[in-house]
Structure formats: structure tokens, C-alpha cells
């Protein structure tokens, strides 16, 4: 029998004081939501704090996010470097994953997404690094279209349908797509 992402979760044993912060946080979390129209703000009400961590962070401590407000984390487990047809692992993935499995912090994996290799490949990798750590929230997709050139928009996005659909084939679920916002 399946549990849903809740039960999952609230099954696990847990270290002492961190239950019913991780029971409003997982609430917030599975609450109903009401659509929004296009453009619209989303209500203050309807505002989650999730972070997004990688290398780049250096180490992160799940605890304090969690106790600051933050729902949960995406985290980068892959990438394809922009210069370099190859994949690679971010360098923190394994230590971030294994911190928040430990405390149960729901987290996400993201696939930071180039150019260089088919979407199919770039997602192979992703689900082939990820298996057994893909955490409670939906994989993801990370597209910055600021690093690519104009000529090769049209095969960037075809790239990333491609690899959204390996995907979703594979872990047969919907997977989100992220559009960074730089680091300049």
C-alpha cells in the first residue's frame, strides 16, 4: 500500500522538539491552494519559503532553515556544463541529501540544464545520480536562458522538453521546471 507524501513522512522516527515543526511545515506545505490567473501576486497567505542550495552554498544547516521559516529545499543534484558536453554531480549533493534525509527536511533534486547533450542524456544522469535521494517534493528542471544565446533559444527549449519528458516518463510523475535568475 502506498502512503501519501504526509504519512511517508510523519511514519519515520524523528529526534525530539522536531515533529510538530516539521507537522505545521508539511501542512503548509499539502494546504489546498486556490489558482491564480495570470500575473496575479500570490497572497501572503499563500507564500512558502523554500531554498535552493547547491556547492555554492558551501554547508548548509537544514535545522536553522527550518526553525527561520523555510518550507524546504531544491537542491542541485546535477548539472551540464555550458562549455563542456559532460554531466557532472554537484560536489554537495551527497552531504546535503544525507543532512536532510537525517532530519526530515522535505527536499527537492534539480537538474541544472545546458545546451551541450540531448535532454535525454542530461536526464539519464539526473535519475541515475538521484536514485534512492530524490526527497518528498517533485524533481525539477533549472533553465537559464540568460546563458544562451539567442540562436540557440529554439533548440534550448526543445532540449528541455525533451528532458522534462524523459522525466516524467521515468519517475512517472510531473516535473517542475525552474528558470534561474542569475548570480550577477
Keep these: 500500500m502506498a502512503l501519501s507524501p504526509r504519512a511517508s513522512l510523519e511514519a519515520r522516527p524523528m529526534r525530539a522538539g522536531k515533529l510538530p515543526l516539521l507537522n505545521r511545515t508539511l501542512s503548509r506545505l499539502l494546504a489546498p491552494r486556490s489558482p491564480l490567473g495570470y500575473g496575479q501576486p500570490i497572497p501572503p497567505e499563500d507564500r512558502i519559503l523554500v531554498t535552493d542550495v547547491s556547492k555554492w552554498n558551501g554547508n548548509n544547516?537544514?535545522?536553522?532553515?527550518?526553525?527561520?521559516g523555510a518550507m524546504g529545499t531544491m537542491m542541485r543534484a546535477s548539472l551540464c556544463w555550458l562549455n563542456n558536453p559532460q554531466c557532472a554531480t554537484d560536489d554537495k549533493f551527497a552531504q546535503n541529501s544525507q543532512a536532510a534525509s537525517a532530519l526530515q527536511y522535505p527536499f527537492?533534486?534539480?537538474?541544472?540544464?545546458s545546451d551541450q547533450l540531448p535532454g535525454a542524456t542530461q536526464a539519464a544522469y539526473f535519475l541515475n545520480v538521484t536514485n534512492g535521494t530524490r526527497g518528498q517534493l517533485p524533481a525539477c528542471v533549472?533553465?537559464?536562458?540568460?546563458?544562451?544565446s539567442a540562436a540557440k533559444v529554439r533548440a534550448f527549449v526543445e532540449t528541455a522538453a525533451a528532458t522534462l519528458g524523459y522525466l516524467s516518463e521515468h519517475l512517472h510523475k510531473r516535473v517542475l521546471l525552474g528558470q534561474g535568475v542569475g548570480h550577477d
Design 108 to 113: 527537492g533534486c534539480y537538474h541544472f540544464l
Design 61 to 68: 544547516d537544514f535545522t536553522q532553515m527550518l526553525e527561520a
Design 142 to 148: 533549472d533553465v537559464e536562458l540568460q546563458y544562451v
